[in-house]
């Protein structure tokens, strides 16, 4: 009986036929997909044919398919709708993958053709893209270790399966910390919240099949309650289990691992023959080196710890003036700043809420990529992995162009956190193939669904990378879409934020949930004049993880982490009140795989672009303005990684940016 993960799929547009694959699929499929890549790869290295492009880099890139199809649906349900047995088979699968690729790089005879191919470049009449790619192969093979030998060579097979266990060790923990805590509530503890925080923790509590309502440690959740209950004592009980994850003792301890993982990353630059893990890391990205991350995060760090500083004098006079004494505690933090901004600004959460319905917030997305790009969004009824999911068709100028998916609601099945992935991502060799791009997040569930104002930001955010990826054009899959330097690849994400501020989106999709009224402009006006309320808070917690992480991979690695961390955050003067975003027990951006690790940083070097970049518009006719839409998808979003970052960003905007847009932005500089 044939796999149905390696049929071929008749479903539309050849999505992932959800309906017919079992758990007990995975591992045969695996089993037959890693054979016949290693098959593939074995033709390639044997092929008795002198080396040159089409027979090695680009039979490199069609090789793989059957694998990236299991890999593809393997880890959108594992990441999205887990269960015991997908969390056994990905702890299983992990170091298989992790060996299996290692063994690629590691394959001399394969490398010797990719390295004959490269020494010969200058004589193939190899396009641009070509050139690009060729590069990108070599120098990846380079610094996965295929010119290591002897003992060198099999410890980095070592160094690689091992971190891929810790990696799906510390997930999974953080995972199960956040499934399995949550905090009962009786009637008496839901007075002083707002109705859609109380519908949110009925909700949570029927999803959990508690007694009654609960609060989970899911941020679409846990920061509202964090924000309007009254009660100090629960307010601070969830705090302390938000913030404990990965670090409860027992099987679900992340500190160890976290701790195990710098060790094995120090070991593995400094077998590649680089002084640090971040020296390693930092080389292919725009920023280069440690000392230019440092640079930018403490330009930026400066202005925001005086911000912060100054609101905490604020927020704890406030606290004080509720007869609380002692200091303003992490767990206030966000109450009191609630209750400043609709004393400042006459803006209150629970009166905003109603204005932002999830699926409104969808359509704006929609409507604005319509208005920039030309693009469409049909409804698709196709099966999909869980309830939850919806599915459109994307097209333009009636033209096929991707499927994109929506995955939502927060559920305990589901990792903490938002994300875009590529089901399969877009590429004209060796066959056309047209993207599918899943959006996945964690917002609460309600009838309406009611989104906060970051809920939002979020939702565009995603749809951003989305756009990364649907837009894409380019011949090879290995740099399409989002196959971007890490530094970069936040950008488009980062740049379609600011179209939810644009006032005319907000005033035509903003409405009421009950009356269906457009957002008053007063409180149209209020909530974008409170766009940079609490940043100096937002920034600190922000650059704090940022910091902590490039500490963590600067020189030798830590013995305890956890030290390490509270040394970075007194040399820098953290604020007492303010916690990092993700303190290291729960920071799965930099343990859960090695893609932010020692990059972190990236969201804000991003951000001093998407500040220039939505400049232009704004300098140019306006937010929509066709010109600069054009631009965009020409020199950004189309191009992946077929050229350097710098080179694309200038080609767009004319110049590089400097910090100056970005503390403007973020209104930590008088404007």
Not at 352 to 378: N, S
Not at 461 to 487: K, P
């Amino acid at each position: 009986m044939t796999n149905p993960i390696l049929a071929d799929w008749t479903t539309p547009f050849a999505i992932a036929p959800f309906d017919t694959i079992s758990d007990d699929d995975f591992a045969p499929a695996l089993e037959r997909a890693l054979a016949t890549h290693n098959a593939e790869i074995d033709r390639i290295a044997s092929n008795p044919e002198a080396p040159d492009f089409a027979n090695t880099i680009e039979a490199m890139e069609a090789a793989g398919a059957d694998l990236d199809k299991v890999l593809s649906v393997f880890f959108t349900v594992a990441g999205a709708d887990s269960n015991p047995a997908r969390e056994a088979l990905q702890r299983d699968f992990s170091p298989r993958l992790a060996a299996h690729f290692a063994e690629i790089s590691g394959n001399k005879a394969l490398f010797k053709r990719i390295a004959s191919v490269w020494d010969a470049r200058d004589t193939l009449d190899l396009s641009e893209e070509q050139q690009r790619v060729l590069m990108l192969t070599h120098r990846s093979f380079v610094r996965a270790g295929a010119a290591l030998e002897g003992d060198a060579e099999a410890r980095m097979k070592e160094i690689k399966g091992r971190l891929a266990t810790l990696g799906t060790e510390f997930t999974q923990n953080l995972l199960a910390d956040e499934r399995y805590w949550f905090l009962d509530l009786s009637e008496k503890d839901l007075e002083g919240l707002p109705d859609f925080v109380v519908e949110a923790t009925r909700a949570a509590g029927a999803e959990k099949e508690a007694a009654g309502p609960v609060v989970t440690l899911s941020r679409s959740l846990i920061v509202p309650f964090l924000q309007f209950s009254p009660r100090r004592d629960l307010r601070e009980k969830a705090y302390r289990a938000w913030t404990a994850r990965g670090a409860n003792g027992g099987d679900t301890d992340n500190r160890d691992i976290a701790a195990e993982i710098l060790t094995l990353r120090e070991e593995r630059a400094r077998l590649l023959g680089y002084d640090s893990f971040a020296d390693y890391k930092l080389e292919t990205e725009m920023a280069q080196t440690p000392e230019r991350v440092r640079e930018l995060l403490m330009q930026v760090w400066t202005p925001a710890k005086a911000q912060a500083d100054a609101d905490a004098q604020t927020l704890t006079a406030m606290m004080q003036a509720d007869g609380v004494n002692g200091p303003l505690e992490a767990w206030d933090w966000r109450y009191y700043a609630e209750k400043r901004r609709k004393a400042e600004h006459d803006l209150d959460e629970a009166e905003l809420k109603p204005y932002l319905q999830l699926d409104r917030m969808i359509e704006a997305a929609f409507t604005c990529a319509k208005r920039l790009f030309g693009l469409e969004f049909a409804p698709l009824d196709v099966p999909l992995y869980h309830p939850d999911c919806l599915a459109w068709e994307v097209t333009r100028d009636g033209a096929h162009v991707a499927v994109f998916i929506g995955d939502y609601f927060a559920r305990g099945s589901k990792r903490s956190g938002a994300w875009c992935s590529a089901m399969r991502s877009q590429a004209k060799y060796p066959k056309v193939q047209t993207p599918v791009v899943i959006n996945v997040c964690n917002f609460a569930k309600g009838d309406p669904a009611l989104l906060s104002y970051d809920d939002a930001r979020t939702l565009f955010h995603e749809f951003g990378h989305a756009l990364h990826q649907m837009l894409s054009n380019v011949t090879y899959e290995s740099i399409s879409g989002t196959s971007v330097a890490r530094d970069f690849v936040e950008l488009p994400s980062q740049l379609y934020e600011h179209w939810l501020e644009v006032p005319e989106v907000l005033e035509e999709f903003a409405t009421h949930a009950e009356t269906g009224a457009a957002m008053p402009r007063d409180m149209l006006d209020k909530v974008l004049a409170a766009a940079n309320f609490d940043m100096g808070f937002q920034t600190v917690e922000y650059v704090a993880s940022a910091l902590v992480d490039l500490a963590f991979h600067e020189g030798a690695a830590p013995v305890d982490p956890m030290e390490r961390q509270a040394e970075v955050l007194t040399g820098i003067g953290m604020p007492a009140a303010i916690g990092m975003r993700h303190a290291t027990p729960h920071f799965a951006h930099v343990f859960a795989g090695d893609g932010y690790s020692s990059g972190y940083y990236s969201y804000m070097w991003s951000e001093v672009m998407d500040a220039d970049a939505f400049a232009a518009f704004e300098e140019a006719g306006g937010a929509f303005d066709p010109d600069r839409a054009k631009a965009l998808e020409a020199h950004i979003l189309s191009t992946g990684g077929s050229k350097e970052p710098e080179e694309l960003y200038t080609a767009f905007r004319g110049r590089l940016p400097g910090v100056e847009a970005l503390l403007k932005g973020r209104g930590l500089v008088a404007a």
